[in-house]
C-alpha cells in the first residue's frame, strides 16, 4: 500500500519538526534561565545542535543504539533454529528484499520489537522469555507483526522518536539536576535591577515548567502519531499468516506476565509490540500510551471473520469501534478497495515441548551471555561462564576432571566482538 509508506514518511517529518521544536523551546528558556537576557541565543545554538546530531545519529546509527540500549544479542540459526525459521517465513511471505537480522534480550520479560532504517538494514528482536513463553503459532504472529512494521516503512519512525525523545528527556534530566548546584542563582545574580532579577526568576520557573514537561509534550506527539501504526501492523500481520489467533493468543500472554523488562525505558517503550512499561492489570486497557489497549487489539484479531485480507480487519475494527467511529479508516483507500480472497487457516499443531520448559530459558539466556556447556559421560550438563580463569573442573556428580575448551570461550568472545563492530 503506497499511501502508508508516504503517511509514514510525513509522518516522520512531523515527528521530526515537531521534537525538534520542542528541543529549540527546551533551550530558549533554559538560556534565558542561565545566561540572562542574551541567553536564548546560546540556548537554542545548543538546542539545535543536538537536534541536527541526534538526527543524523538516528538516521545512520539509530537502529544500533536503541540495540545496545535494549542489551540486543545477534544470534545465529544454532542458538535458536525456530526463531530462525519463523523470521524467514514471513520475510518470503512479505516478500522483503533481504532477511532481517535476528536479536535475541536475555530477559525473561516477552516482548518483541523491530528496528531499522529500511528493509534492507532491518533487524527483529525477540526476548528469551518471549521464546519460552509461546508455542509457533503465536511466535509466527509476533514476527509477523515485527514484519509488517518493517514492509510498511514504520521502522524509521520508530527508531527516529526513540532516539530523539531520549535526547529531550536527557537534556531535560541535565537542567534540572544542574539546578542543585546552583546554576539558575548565578544567573539571577547578574541582573542588577529588580525589574531584570524578576524577570530572570520568571524564566527559570517557566524553565523548570518545560523541562518538566517537554518529555510529556514529546511523548504525546508521538503517541498522536504512533498508535494507528499497531493496528496496520496486526492487520498486515493476519494477511502473513492467515491465522488471527495466534497473534491474539501471543498479545493475550505478553501482557499478562508480570515481569518487568529490564532495558526497556521511556524511550524504547514504544518499539516494542505490548508497552513494557505499563504494570500488569493495566497494559489491557492502558489508554495513555504509545500503543491502542491490548484488549481492544485482541478482540479485533478475534472478530475477524470471512477472511485475513485488510477489508476483513476494517470491518472488524468497525465493529468493535461502533457509533460514529465505524467511519475511522484504519486501512488507506487501497487496502479497502483489494477485495482478493485470503482464506483464514486453522491452527498448526501445539506444541507442548521441552521447547517451552523454564531449564530451556535459562540455558538460552546463558548462551546469550557467553556460556560454554560441558557434558559430562555421567550425564550432567555443567555451564561454565565466560570469565572462569580456570583450565579444568571438577563434576560435581561423579568427580570427573574436565577440561574446559578455553579456545571455544576466545572464540565466542571474538565473534560478539565482531558483531558490535559491525552494528556499529
Not at 67 to 86: C, D, G, Q, W, Y
Not at 364 to 373: A, E
Amino acid at each position: 500500500m503506497w499511501e502508508l509508506i508516504q503517511t509514514n514518511r510525513r509522518r516522520s517529518i512531523v515527528l521530526f519538526i515537531g521534537m525538534g521544536l520542542s528541543l529549540l523551546l527546551l533551550g530558549f528558556f533554559i538560556g534565558e534561565a542561565f545566561w540572562g537576557s542574551d541567553g536564548w541565543i546560546a540556548g537554542m545554538s545548543i538546542a539545535f545542535l543536538i537536534w541536527l546530531i541526534m538526527s543524523a545519529v538516528s538516521y545512520f546509527s539509530g537502529d544500533a543504539i536503541v540495540l545496545a540500549m535494549s542489551h540486543a544479542k545477534r544470534v545465529t540459526p544454532e542458538i535458536h533454529p525456530r526463531l530462525f525459521n519463523v523470521v524467514e517465513e514471513m520475510k518470503i511471505a512479505a516478500n522483503l528484499p533481504t532477511m532481517p537480522k535476528v536479536y535475541i534480550i536475555p530477559d525473561i520479560a516477552p516482548n518483541a520489537f523491530a528496528t531499522g532504517r529500511n528493509p534492507e538494514t532491518s533487524s527483529v528482536v525477540v526476548t528469551a522469555g518471549l521464546l519460552e513463553k509461546l508455542d509457533r503459532d503465536e511466535l509466527q504472529g509476533v514476527i509477523a507483526h515485527e514484519v509488517s512494521h518493517i514492509t510498511n516503512r514504520d521502522i524509521l519512525f520508530m527508531t527516529f522518536s526513540a532516539v530523539i525523545l531520549g535526547s529531550i528527556v536527557f537534556l531535560s534530566h541535565i537542567f534540572l539536576r544542574s539546578l542543585w548546584f546552583g546554576g539558575g542563582r548565578r544567573s539571577s545574580s547578574r541582573s542588577s535591577s529588580k525589574g531584570g532579577g524578576q524577570l530572570q526568576l520568571i524564566m527559570m520557573l517557566i524553565a523548570i515548567l518545560l523541562a518538566v514537561l517537554a518529555p510529556i509534550m514529546a511523548q504525546l506527539l508521538y503517541f498522536a502519531i504512533s498508535r494507528k501504526r499497531e493496528y496496520l501492523a496486526d492487520a498486515s500481520a493476519i494477511r502473513l499468516t492467515r491465522y488471527p489467533e495466534g497473534l491474539a493468543s501471543a498479545l493475550e500472554k505478553i501482557a499478562a506476565s508480570d515481569i518487568n523488562l529490564e532495558s526497556a525505558n521511556k524511550a524504547t517503550a514504544g518499539l516494542f509490540i505490548v508497552n513494557p512499561l505499563i504494570k500488569k492489570g493495566q497494559r489491557l486497557t492502558a489508554l495513555t500510551s504509545t500503543h491502542p489497549p491490548v484488549l481492544e487489539r485482541i478482540k479485533i484479531l478475534r472478530s475477524i471473520a470471512g477472511g485475513a485480507n485488510y477489508a476483513d480487519y476494517q470491518r472488524a475494527y468497525s465493529s468493535l469501534k461502533q457509533g460514529t467511529e465505524t467511519r475511522t479508516s484504519i486501512i488507506p483507500p487501497s487496502g479497502i478497495q483489494d477485495t482478493k480472497k485470503i482464506e483464514l487457516t486453522k491452527p498448526g499443531k501445539r506444541e507442548i515441548t521441552a521447547e517451552s520448559s523454564r531449564r530451556k530459558l535459562d540455558d538460552l539466556i546463558r548462551t546469550l551471555n557467553d556460556f560454554v556447556f560441558l557434558q559430562c559421560t555421567c550425564g550432567l550438563k555443567i555451564k561454565i561462564p565466560p570469565d572462569l580463569k580456570v583450565n579444568n573442573i571438577s563434576c560435581p556428580r561423579c568427580g570427573r576432571i574436565l577440561e574446559i575448551p578455553l579456545s571455544q570461550l576466545q572464540r565466542i568472545k571474538s565473534r560478539w566482538k565482531a558483531d558490535k563492530a559491525t552494528n556499529a
